[in-house]
């Protein structure tokens, strides 16, 4: 085995041709900058990839907005409602909870708001239920 890593090694020590300084310094810089313009080139397909699909997705979201009706305007209400106790600002009413602590039920709300993007504030929740299988 001795032997024969010796004899690679000595092919390898003649077989070579012997570059300067400079021409080795040569050679690096382009190397480096054919990886650079490379990187440079994939960079440029990512961008306009996602510009592409940014683009699609805004013309799909103008589409769906003109595409839906307008909502029909709110009848006048023929009996008059009972008087309520005013709410906080941002409230949003009674919540019934069934066998869900509240500190769940706080952490579910702010799930669900983040999760729809929307303010919690603009949800209205009725009731939060702990489902046992």
């Given amino acids: 085995m001795n032997t024969t890593l010796s004899i690679v090694a000595a092919a390898a020590a003649t077989g070579g041709k012997e570059i300067s300084i400079g021409e080795a310094a040569v050679t690096a810089v382009f190397g480096y900058c054919v990886v650079f313009f490379g990187l440079i080139i994939l960079m440029c397909v990512l961008y306009g990839t996602g510009a592409y699909f940014k683009s699609k997705d ?40 069934h066998d869900v602590p509240d500190r769940e039920a706080a952490m579910i709300m702010a799930i669900v708001a983040d999760k729809m993007q929307k303010p919690i504030n603009e949800l209205h929740f009725i009731s939060i239920k702990e489902v046992k299988k």
Avoid: N
């Fill in 58 to 97: 805004e013309k799909a979201k103008a589409a769906a907005k003109s595409a839906a009706p307008s909502a029909p305007a709110k009848a006048a209400p023929t009996a008059a409602a009972p008087a309520e106790k005013p709410k906080a600002p941002g409230s949003a009413g009674h919540i019934k909870l």
